[in-house]
């Protein structure tokens, strides 16, 4: 009866041993859980926010675009009044853009400056 009882002690104790681990695998198991499913919520609010802001960068592209193409008709319309005018734009133009160039232009020696009048 003793080696029996032995055995049957031994026995239950490793029935213990691995209900214990079986336990704290389970705790361990919902706690991974957790923070697991904590940063999937966390990384679908951002991905939900990105994806929202990606559709407005996209309607408000949209717009400029379709603003694009309104002030390109309406120089095409200009440049052909222009044109039924008798005037020359494209010098026009180029001799404003030359013009505004050289105003932006730093002279080549600031001394040479005259001072400010107010």
């Known amino acids: 009866m003793g080696v029996s009882m032995v055995l049957v002690d031994e026995k239950s104790e490793h029935l213990l041993?691995?209900?214990e681990l079986l336990k704290e695998w389970a705790l361990?198991?919902?706690s991974h859980n957790r923070e697991r499913k904590?940063?999937?919520q966390t990384?679908?609010?951002?991905l939900n926010a990105l994806s929202q802001e990606?559709?407005?960068?996209c309607v408000k592209n949209m717009k400029i675009q379709s603003a694009c193409t309104v002030?390109?008709?309406?120089?095409?319309?200009l440049k052909r009044e222009a044109a039924e005018r008798g005037w020359n734009i494209e010098r026009k133009t180029r001799e404003c853009l030359t013009t505004s160039i050289a105003v932006r232009q730093p002279p080549s020696n600031p001394s040479t400056?005259?001072?400010l009048k107010f």
């Open 28 to 30: 361990y198991e919902c």
């Open 43 to 46: 990384t679908a609010y951002k």
């Open 38 to 40: 904590y940063h999937l």
């Open 54 to 57: 990606w559709r407005q960068l």
């Open 113 to 115: 400056m005259s001072p």
């Open 17 to 19: 041993r691995r209900l």
């Open 71 to 77: 002030l390109e008709t309406q120089i095409d319309l």
